[in-house]
Structure formats: structure tokens, C-alpha cells
């Protein structure tokens, strides 16, 4: 099953993918992904729609983030060793953490806005989990059974902003530079340490390819560091890690410009698509 939040008609929603188009699982209890997943309803709404004839059609609604209202967002920096080699970081015991906040997500298909303080965008596709269930001090073991499900992520980056200090936050938030997406997938269809692709392609070219065996910090280890220092709760986010290949390490560095399409592909997920788009002043 795949769930996405959308807007249809500039009214916020959530609901299953189907064949057809979308259908809206939205309730006065449960108004939104977010909260289904902190119910635990959302995988028994999900089979009680199956065989509803009454979708709406995707080229009709607005996608979302798959979570737009999410508690927390943790990403994780130099989570992969060519990605690390070429930002010439020093290896670490402990994984690299920085945060994001929601207004800096934007949805598959939406346009990824270059903003007029830069002509540095960059791209960093990622795969993010989705939390399922409340947790603090996670043991590893016991890590998968806290996820909800897995979606893919870009992870963009305004980087002269990054660099003007040792902290990632502002290259990191400007408004919608983050696309989350297209949907969520259930933990139940990828098998827990299942090996997933990630690769982003930028106008058709590949330019980020790895699997998550690449990982340095794998994915239950990144779940039991993180909710030492904070209780991770249902919606919350993690961010994995970018592989080797961004474009600010390139020579020349290739920076994303409007027109340019950007497509993060994850095995077993899908594909976050979106177009960059020069930002108005004022937006």
C-alpha cells in the first residue's frame, strides 16, 4: 500500500494510490497521515479501502510532503563513505546530525524553488523513514519494529548559505528545498534490512548511485542514536544520508537551475520528481 497527503481543491487530505487515482481516507478523527499513523490506524484503513471505486484521479490533486506537519526532522550528514571522501570529513564514532523544520518540505512534482539569494542549489537524494511508534533509547535490535514505512527525499541544499558557519541550518531551511516523496510505503513491504537503491538522476543524467549496504551508520544504528537524545515520536522523520556524487564537489560544480527536472529514485519506493523554479522575492 501506498498513502500520500495531498490537497484536492486547496483542501488538505490523505489517502491510498490506487490504479486510478487517490482515495481519500481523510475523517473528522483521523484528518491526516500523520495522525493515522499515531492511532495505528492507518494499515486497517488502508485494506478497508481496497475496492472503493470513489479515487481521484492524480493529474487533480496537489501532492504534499508525505508528512507535512512532522514533529521532527533529523537528517543525517556523511552518512555514506564516497560522500564522506569527497566532503573530506574526518570518519566519526557517532553519526552527523542537523535538523530541518516543515516549512522547508515541499511534494513530488511541486517546483523546487531556487531563491534569488543564490545560484548555489544542490541536490541530495535520501531515503527517510518515517516513524511508526513512540520510542526513546531504542535498542538496535528493536529499531525496525519503531518504523512506519520509508519514502524517498532530496535533500536540498542552498550551499553558500550552508558554509557561512560550521552549523548546516540555514543552507539547510530555505521555505520548500526539501522535497518528501511521492508516497509512503509500508515497513511490511520492504523486509527489515532489505538492500535498497538510491540514486538521483539530474536532466536524465545519473549523477548519485549507492545501495544502503554503503551506509556507514545503518539504518537501526541511526535509530537508536538519535532517540538517545530525543524520544522519537509517530510522524517524525529521518533523513539517512546523501551518497557520493553532489554536485558541489563536481569540477566544475553543478548547481541546479530553473527548468532543470530532478528525479530521486529509490528500489521498492519510487520516484520524487521535481522541477526547479526560480523563486520570487517576497514568496
Known amino acids: 500500500m501506498k498513502f500520500i497527503s495531498y490537497a484536492h481543491r486547496g ?19 483521523v484528518p491526516s497521515l500523520r495522525r493515522a499513523i499515531e492511532t495505528g490506524r492507518l494499515e486497517a484503513m488502508g ?26 526532522i533529523v537528517c543525517v550528514g556523511h552518512n555514506y563513505e564516497e560522500h564522506r571522501v569527497e566532503t573530506q570529513r574526518d570518519k566519526t564514532e557517532n553519526p552527523s546530525i542537523f535538523l530541518r523544520v516543515p516549512a ?12 534569488p539569494e543564490s545560484t548555489q542549489l544542490d541536490y541530495e537524494g535520501e531515503i ?11 535498542a538496535q535490535v528493536d529499531a525496525w519494529q519503531h518504523i512506519a514505512g520509508y519514502s524517498a527525499y532530496n535533500d536540498g541544499s542552498v550551499r ?42 539530474l536532466n536524465g543524467t545519473v549523477m548519485q548511485h549507492a545501495t544502503t549496504a554503503m551506509m556507514i551508520f545503518p539504518i537501526p544504528r541511526l535509530i537508536e542514536y538519535v532517540s538517545t537524545f530525543t524520544t522519537l515520536e509517530p510522524g517524525d522523520v529521518i533523513v539517512t544520508g546523501t551518497p557520493g556524487g553532489v554536485g ?27 522541477t526547479v523554479a526560480a523563486e520570487e522575492m517576497g514568496a
Open 248 to 274: 558541489a564537489r563536481r569540477q566544475p560544480p553543478v548547481w541546479m537551475k530553473p527548468g532543470d527536472r530532478v528525479e530521486i529514485e529509490v528500489s521498492g519506493i519510487g520516484v520524487l520528481v521535481n
Open 160 to 201: 553558500d548559505w550552508q558554509k557561512h558557519s560550521m552549523q548546516f541550518t540555514p543552507g539547510k531551511n530555505f521555505n520548500r528545498t526539501g522535497a518528501f516523496g511521492p508516497w509512503l510505503v509500508l515497513r511490511g513491504e520492504i523486509a527489515d534490512g532489505q538492500e535498497l537503491t538510491l540514486e538521483t538522476r
Open 11 to 29: 483542501i488538505p487530505s490523505w489517502g491510498l494510490i490506487t490504479p486510478t487515482g487517490v482515495i481519500q481516507l481523510a475523517t473528522p478523527e
Open 47 to 72: 485494506q478497508a479501502a481496497h475496492g472503493r471505486a470513489d479515487s481521484t484521479p492524480l493529474a487533480d490533486i496537489e501532492f504534499l510532503p508525505v508528512i507535512p506537519d512532522p514533529g521532527k
Open 104 to 115: 522547508s518540505q515541499t511534494g513530488h512534482l511541486a517546483p523546487l524553488p531556487l531563491p
Open 128 to 138: 527517510a523513514i518515517v516513524i511508526g511508534k513512540a520510542g526513546r533509547r531504542i
